[in-house]
């Protein structure tokens, strides 16, 4: 990982320095303006020296470079976002206080090219480190410790995604609970009485402690002091899944760090700003893709006999129905022979998140444009008429609703969306207790920069088809 974190570095460097001399180029060559104006006048190549070094420690004091951070989840692209609106609002500032009057044009090329530059290399760079990942690489060394179930719990986890990096070489069980040489296919190497030392014979990287009695505090701590000067982390897990590090504000009390969880909020100010960038967003992209959405419509129309847009009514937020546009992408009669469709299937009756894999009601046009999820975009109206969002949780008719639990109900507290975190997730292939699961996490964890990465990862996963049928 060392190598990566400076391969990844110097990209950061890379992409920040193209973007600052893209903008002097373009401000100093094109305009023929050498210095700032104001109080006192440094040169614009001075300037963008000096954003473009501030911009570089600003980014590895946000630890935006932290081994525990690249390649695991949103939060490395996040740093490099508050990053750069800090180098931004600082160069804003500065210019106010000193009366500088560096040229909007300067900024406004230098900001968002290389913030794109930085999320796109971190991307790729991602991309590039999960592959190596898949195949056993890059893996960090854990040791994990804990009560046997809460073990093989935590080594399931952990075995299902290898995307993290997180390789379990072996436990330490309360000696009370040691019995053969192995939990579920991973060796027991000691007990709690020799953590430290197994960690060092072992060489691990990570010592992951999970809940269990013979842990506590105090032996925490201590397990602490016997790692200290050895680089090696110690990782306490909590027993909260899919909440998110906003929602979460630890507070010392007594020494001791009390940790609050935020009750999700599904209204307000952050909902209402949302809502706006929804509109707004979707107003331009509907303009500038509808030469498509024209040649999509004559294709539909020859493919058959039957209208261009199917209406479905779906259920969105609160459990309100609205009529969802799309494509039609199936013969007109195929609401009729959905009973058919399932029978081919082999399915006796419809179950939550049920979609045929091999439809015999789609058209060939129809195919295609579900392939590459171009049959959603007049969803783009529903997102106008403010029944639906970007991104959000996709809504689904009533026969699905009414199968819904009390978890599964939580998908209806914000608006469905033409998008969401499981459309990115693996699509169709997903099971539906993982699609629920991805729902919920999104409903209750929203975030405006969440929202922007899952947008970018469907156009990936449009321009590729992945998971589609």
Not at 104 to 132: D, K, N, S, T
Not at 144 to 159: F, I, P
Not at 163 to 169: A, D, K, L, M, S
């Amino acid at each position: 990982m060392r190598g990566y974190l400076v391969r990844v570095g110097v990209s950061d460097v890379v992409a920040i320095a193209t973007s600052v001399y893209l903008a002097y180029f373009i401000r100093v060559d094109s305009e023929g303006v050498t210095s700032v104006s104001g109080e006192f006048s440094p040169s614009y190549a001075a300037v963008a020296i000096a954003l473009a070094a501030g911009w570089v420690l600003t980014l590895w004091s946000r630890r935006a470079l932290d081994r525990r951070v690249v390649g695991i989840g949103p939060q490395e692209y996040h740093k490099v976002w508050s990053a750069t609106w800090r180098v931004f609002a600082s160069v804003a500032v500065g210019a106010y206080l000193f009366k500088l009057e560096i040229g909007r044009g300067f900024l406004a090329i230098a900001f968002p090219v290389g913030l794109v530059l930085l999320l796109v290399e971190r991307f790729l760079w991602r991309q590039w480190l999960h592959g190596q990942r898949a195949d056993g690489h890059f893996q960090a060394r854990v040791l994990v410790v804990g009560h046997r179930g809460k073990v093989v719990a935590m080594v399931d986890e952990l075995r299902s995604n290898p995307n993290p990096g997180f390789g379990v070489i072996g436990a330490c069980i309360p000696a009370a609970e040691v019995s053969g040489d192995e939990i579920d296919g991973v060796p027991i190497l000691g007990t709690f009485d020799d953590i430290a030392a197994t960690a060092e014979q072992w060489q691990v990287d990570v010592v992951s402690v999970i809940g269990s009695d013979h842990m506590t505090g105090e032996k925490i701590r201590q397990l602490g002091w016997d790692l200290e000067g050895s680089g090696r982390d110690l990782a306490i897990t909590m027993p909260l899944r899919d909440i998110a590090g906003p929602r979460l504000v630890t507070s010392p009390v007594n020494g001791l760090p009390l940790t609050y969880v935020d009750e999700p909020r599904f209204s307000g100010p952050k909902y209402a700003a949302k809502s706006t960038v929804d509109w707004l967003v979707a107003l331009a992209i509907t303009i500038a893709i509808s030469p498509l959405l024209l040649a999509i419509a004559i294709l539909v129309k020859l493919s058959g006999p039957g209208p261009v847009f199917y209406v479905q009514h779906r259920i969105g937020r609160g459990g309100k129905p609205f009529a969802m546009i799309k494509f039609r992408s199936m013969v007109a009669d195929a609401h009729e022979r959905l009973e058919e469709a399932l029978a081919a299937e082999g399915v006796e009756e419809m179950t939550l998140f049920y979609k045929p894999k091999n439809d015999m009601r789609v058209t060939r046009v129809g195919r295609v444009l579900r392939k590459y999820s171009l049959d959603e975009l007049p969803q783009l109206f529903n997102v106008l008429r403010g029944e639906m969002s970007l991104v959000g949780p996709r809504p689904q008719i009533d026969q699905e609703v009414a199968l819904y639990d009390r978890r599964a109900f939580r998908r209806l507290l914000v608006k469905p969306g033409l998008t969401g975190l499981w459309q990115v997730s693996g699509r169709s292939t997903l099971t539906p207790e993982q699609s629920v699961r991805m729902d919920v996490q999104y409903a209750e964890n929203w975030t405006p920069f969440g929202d922007f990465v899952i947008l970018l990862r469907t156009v990936r996963v449009v321009l590729f088809g992945e998971g589609a049928y």
